[in-house]
């Protein structure tokens, strides 16, 4: 019997996806729920597994194709797996292999138990995971299993490879070396041409090629325009020091972003214009109820949000918690979708060692979103005199279909007040 595992709808909006690796060939068999592809959504990578055994007959396209929901992404024939008619092929269970005389028969090996994260960050590493002995629950492989085997293979390796060098300096007297030292010659003169070539053409695909999509719906769809001005934190660099002390104790990490995080959820509840949305097709504004921030986080893969919910009835201490987790997930690529999703304003920060101002692009289809930027030590003029104090620079993009310049100041002079005045947020308990 043919079965189609046609794509699903894995999450809120999906219409279509791109097909970033095969893990399985045409002519593998598979097992129920074993991974099968990799695929790149609007929001995030997935890894897909298979619903049924069988033998895949046919997969939807080459990595880089893109397949629309309700479309086939393989076809598997299942009775072929059942009856026992497919053969295996290389990459499948092999049969043992015959000992030689006076050996005891190895065992097959059997497949191990891991979750999809830690089974592609194996292949990633070229480990083959059968190999690794699980430490988990049930013999599960744990990511530390992975880094302990690629730590015993690296060390092997690195003995293996002095023990060669020593007997070939014994047997050759040297001479191995210099026919080392020609062949290192040999490689640097036919590496010329690589080293002279004037591009190199990197496929956009995956992550990135989702990002390139939404900033440009975003800035072709949005008039952007863009506040700017700088404020004085010196108040909420002492509190923020004096907190992350104490939290510190908790193993627990306090950077900026909590108070930022308070301060404009504040200020959305003042002008509930900029947690909105603009429906296109009935001309209705969206006003938002609830006050779910997204973070941009920038990652090795490109630029992830992932969404704090319910920022407003959160505390200090528990946004730093959060903020964390997430941040560790987004680096890892392990977010799961719905932590991608649902965001109603968004906040980016070039951090300690970012520029002073920037533009950041809206997080289409939101209205609005606050940049936080460098805090700097700078002169400034209080009460007519020359002090030194903590300044940061701030910045806020609005859609000006929806927001003018004069309301997108006041939200601006707001969050500023809050974060000049940061005692004040450490009254929202939660």
């Given at each position: 019997m043919i079965y189609e595992f046609k794509l699903p709808d894995i999450g809120e909006g999906l219409h279509e996806a791109e097909i970033i690796r095969w893990l399985v060939r045409e002519g593998d068999v598979v097992n129920a729920d074993q991974p099968i592809a990799e695929i790149q959504t609007d929001k995030a990578m997935v890894e897909m597994t298979t619903p049924v055994a069988g033998k895949v007959v046919a997969l939807a396209g080459p990595e880089g194709a893109t397949v629309k929901v309700g479309e086939p992404l393989i076809v598997v024939e299942i009775e072929a797996a059942v009856a026992g008619e497919a053969a295996p092929t290389e990459d499948s269970v092999r049969e043992p292999v015959p000992a030689a005389r006076g050996e005891a028969p190895r065992p097959a090996r059997k497949r191990a138990i891991a979750a999809p994260s830690v089974r592609k960050r194996a292949r990633e590493l070229g480990v083959p995971i059968n190999e690794v002995e699980g430490t988990g629950e049930g013999g599960r492989v744990t990511l530390a299993d992975l880094e302990r085997y690629v730590r015993e293979r690296e060390a092997a390796a690195t003995v293996a490879a002095r023990d060669e060098?020593?007997?070939?300096?014994?047997?050759?007297?040297?001479?191995?070396?210099?026919?080392?030292?020609?062949?290192?010659?040999?490689?640097?003169?036919?590496?010329?041409?690589?080293?002279?070539?004037?591009?190199?053409?990197?496929?956009?695909?995956?992550?990135?090629?989702?990002?390139?999509?939404?900033?440009?719906?975003?800035?072709?769809?949005?008039?952007?325009?863009?506040?700017?001005?700088?404020?004085?934190?010196?108040?909420?660099?002492?509190?923020?020091?004096?907190?992350?002390?104490?939290?510190?104790?908790?193993?627990?990490?306090?950077?900026?972003?909590?108070?930022?995080?308070?301060?404009?959820?504040?200020?959305?509840?003042?002008?509930?214009?900029?947690?909105?949305?603009?429906?296109?097709?009935?001309?209705?504004?969206?006003?938002?109820?609830?006050?779910?921030?997204?973070?941009?986080?920038?990652?090795?893969?490109?630029?992830?949000?992932?969404?704090?919910?319910?920022?407003?009835?959160?505390?200090?201490?528990?946004?730093?918690?959060?903020?964390?987790?997430?941040?560790?997930?987004?680096?890892?690529?392990?977010?799961?979708?719905?932590?991608?999703?649902?965001?109603?304003?968004?906040?980016?920060?070039?951090?300690?060692?970012?520029?002073?101002f920037a533009t950041p692009i809206i997080n289409y289809p939101e209205v609005a979103i606050f940049g936080a930027h460098a805090i700097k030590r700078k002169p400034v003029v209080i009460d007519d005199e020359i002090v030194i104090r903590d300044m940061m620079g701030i910045s806020l993009t609005f859609d000006h279909r929806v927001i003018d310049g004069e309301p997108a100041g006041r939200f601006m002079r707001t969050v500023a007040h809050y974060l000049s005045h940061p005692e004040v947020l450490l009254l929202d308990v939660r």
């Open positions: 060098a020593k007997k070939d300096t014994l047997l050759t007297g040297g001479a191995a070396e210099g026919q080392q030292a020609s062949i290192a010659t040999w490689t640097s003169i036919a590496g010329l041409d690589t080293l002279f070539e004037e591009e190199e053409r990197v496929p956009l695909r995956g992550l990135r090629k989702k990002i390139a999509e939404k900033m440009v719906k975003s800035v072709y769809t949005a008039p952007h325009a863009t506040g700017m001005d700088e404020i004085d934190v010196t108040k909420l660099v002492e509190i923020r020091k004096s907190l992350a002390s104490e939290l510190a104790k908790e193993q627990i990490k306090l950077t900026y972003l909590p108070f930022i995080i308070k301060a404009v959820t504040r200020a959305l509840k003042e002008y509930p214009m900029f947690n909105a949305v603009l429906d296109e097709e009935t001309n209705e504004i969206v006003l938002k109820k609830r006050y779910h921030i997204g973070i941009a986080t920038a990652t090795k893969a490109g630029l992830l949000v992932p969404v704090i919910r319910d920022a407003d009835q959160k505390s200090i201490r528990e946004l730093a918690v959060e903020i964390a987790e997430l941040s560790e997930k987004a680096h890892r690529q392990a977010l799961r979708l719905e932590e991608l999703q649902g965001s109603t304003f968004t906040i980016t920060s070039t951090g300690a060692g970012g520029g002073w």
